[in-house]
C-alpha cells in the first residue's frame, strides 16, 4: 500500500515558479506510470502531466504544455512536476496519484493511489 505525499505549494504571483514532489513510501514506484492532476472546487479533477515506466512516455495537458516539466526519480521513489511561467488559472489543489499499472491515462479512473493534494495559489 503506498502513501503518498505532495510538497512545494505555496502562493505566488503571475510568471514565477514553483516545484511540487511527491514522495512515496510503503512500495516501490519503478514500474508503475504516475500522474499529476488538479482540482478547483466544483470541477472535475483535471490531468496535467503523466510519466510512464522509466519515464518512456510523457503527456502534458495541452493548458500546461511548453510550462510545466514531470520527472521521475525512481532511485528516491519520487516524482516532480516543475511549474514555470504561472498563470492565475492554475491555481487548484495538485494530485500526484499512481497509475494502475506501467503506463500513463488522462482519466483519473486509471489511478489507483492518491496523496492527499498541495495548494497553489498564482495571484494576478
Known amino acids: 500500500q503506498w502513501q503518498l505525499v505532495e510538497s512545494g505549494g505555496g502562493l505566488v504571483q503571475t510568471g514565477d515558479s514553483l516545484r511540487l514532489s511527491c514522495a512515496a513510501s510503503?512500495?516501490?514506484?519503478?514500474?508503475?506510470?504516475m500522474g499529476w492532476f488538479r482540482q478547483v472546487p466544483g470541477k472535475e479533477r483535471e490531468f496535467v502531466a503523466g510519466?510512464?515506466?522509466?519515464?518512456?512516455?510523457?503527456l502534458y495537458a495541452d493548458s500546461v504544455k511548453g510550462r510545466f516539466t514531470i520527472s521521475r526519480d525512481d532511485a528516491k521513489n519520487t516524482v516532480t512536476l516543475q511549474m514555470d511561467s504561472l498563470k492565475p488559472e492554475d491555481t487548484a489543489v495538485y494530485y500526484c496519484?499512481?497509475?494502475?499499472?506501467?503506463?500513463?491515462?488522462?482519466?483519473?479512473?486509471?489511478?489507483?493511489?492518491w496523496g492527499q493534494g498541495v495548494q497553489v495559489t498564482v495571484s494576478s
Open positions: 510503503g512500495r516501490a514506484l519503478s514500474t508503475y506510470g
Open positions: 510519466i510512464a515506466w522509466r519515464g518512456l512516455n510523457i
Open positions: 496519484a499512481v497509475a494502475v499499472d506501467s503506463l500513463i491515462y488522462r482519466r483519473a479512473t486509471s489511478y489507483g493511489h
